[in-house]
């Protein structure tokens, strides 16, 4: 790995053109938070200059892993498989004695596991209808605790319908069968935006696809992000299983699939990535290039696919913001945009630094809530100048950083959200959450 990695960071000519599009040098003007300065102390490290000690530890840590300087440097630095190489040493050397090792364990130990998340969701529901709520916020609690107030101020609304609610194995088309799709489920996805699932299950329908969704688990997305690199293997290892397995009643396999289709922008860039995370495993490096290679975006299959189902007007203003994985991770832009200004009646409304980072960044905003609140304000305040009806992202943390920092008057929903109202002949109220009839 070290041979890889000096390659790798041998590309950087420290021109700067990564400074400006980085938030992390955003929020603190140190050059050791800027890609340029991370590669910098990666290489001393590298060289045997300077010791994987907890100030390196803590610049490399600090990463939001945006990517947004992997479209801003002129040289083609690879900096997204710099942080992913090097951050599995980082967790590996800093994880013992870092002060919220119990509250990573927690964070790590839930979010994968949509059982437990449902269970968490259970929680949730009880927490809010029964007072206790008010209670905690009142005591003064979560201001002594802020990771524990960043993870309450996030916790999606949800009910326990829609926290066990699930697809059905296998959903065909009205007429002819344009293609064959698998739907990634997700996580948090799944268990408290099982409204988008839906929505997207619904779009594909509507546009000619078969539908299939196998039973599946997490994709390892998280645990990759953040230096958990065993760890996303082992997910991954098990989500190339589910969609491998043969054919049965309501299942296809991968082989027969045109696309595995997901809806989190987070979960798509990992799991374009899955050939190069298991290229040394000799049972799945196979398999998992087959797998990456059939991973698209919901919105860029539904880009080339010719549209078939009626859409109907939506009177409304929407703010489109760039999921990081998304824009930078996946190169997927122009399709989200093209499709929602391809509904009669919707204006798609451009805020400032759109593709600029919200905070959210996987677990960051969780782990990191400071710096977290200061990129959700900023980004709040962009949307907010564009007085927009709607706002539209691809990736449910997103979702949350946006929604709790611009506030319940304004909407944020996932784009297929929006189509499928539109499909559908549904009516946006920017009052509320979700579409009504």
């Given at each position: ?343 009669p009646g919707l204006d798609v409304v451009e805020p400032a630094e759109a593709a600029f980072c919200c ?79």
């Open positions: 790995m070290g041979e890889n990695l000096d390659d790798l960071t041998s590309k950087c000519v420290h021109c700067g053109f990564c400074l400006p599009a980085c938030p992390t040098y955003a929020l603190t003007g140190d050059e050791n938070d800027s890609p340029r300065g991370r590669i910098h102390l990666i290489r001393q490290v590298l060289e045997g200059k300077a010791e994987l000690d907890d100030a390196v530890a803590e610049h490399v840590d600090s990463c939001l892993g945006c990517l947004s300087c992997v479209s801003a440097c002129p040289s083609g630095v690879e900096y997204d498989r710099i942080i992913e190489e090097f951050r599995p040493q980082v967790e590996q050397a800093y994880a013992q004695t870092r002060g919220d090792k119990a509250f990573r364990e927690l964070v790590f130990g839930l979010f994968p596991h949509p059982a437990r998340l449902r269970v968490a969701a259970l929680g949730a529901v009880a927490y809010r209808r029964t007072g206790a709520a008010a209670l905690v916020r009142s005591s003064g609690l979560l201001r002594r605790f802020p990771k524990l107030g960043a993870m309450e101020a996030l916790m999606p609304e949800t009910t326990l319908r829609k926290a066990w609610s699930s697809l059905p194995a296998s959903s065909r088309p009205a007429g002819e069968v344009r293609a064959t799709v698998a739907l990634v489920s997700g996580c948090v996805q799944r268990v408290f935006f099982g409204d988008v699932n839906a929505a997207t299950a619904r779009v594909l329908q509507a546009e000619g696809c078969h539908v299939v969704v196998p039973q599946q688990g997490c994709c390892g997305a998280l645990s990759l992000h953040a230096g958990r690199e065993q760890e996303a293997r082992q997910y991954a290892r098990r989500l190339i299983d589910a969609f491998r397995r043969p054919a049965s009643a309501g299942h296809v396999p991968l082989e027969e699939l045109d696309a595995v289709v997901v809806n989190v922008a987070g979960c798509g860039s990992t799991l374009k990535e899955y050939g190069e995370l298991l290229a040394d495993d000799p049972d799945y490096a196979g398999p998992a290039a087959e797998f990456a290679a059939k991973v698209r975006d919901v919105s860029e299959v539904l880009a080339d696919l010719e549209p078939h189902a009626e859409r109907h007007r939506i009177q409304a203003r929407v703010a489109y913001h760039d999921a990081c994985h998304l824009a930078h991770g996946q190169g997927v832009r122009a399709q989200p945009r093209k499709l929602l200004a391809d509904i905070g959210s960044a996987g677990v960051h905003n969780l782990v990191r809530p400071e710096a977290a609140e200061e990129l959700g304000r900023r980004k709040a305040e962009r949307i907010r100048a564009t007085e927009p009806d709607l706002v539209a992202t691809g990736n449910p943390g997103c979702l949350l950083q946006i929604r709790r920092y611009l506030g319940d008057d304004t909407p944020v929903v996932h784009p297929v959200e929006i189509i499928d109202a539109s499909i559908r002949g549904l009516t946006l109220n920017p009052r509320r959450r979700r579409p009504t009839s």
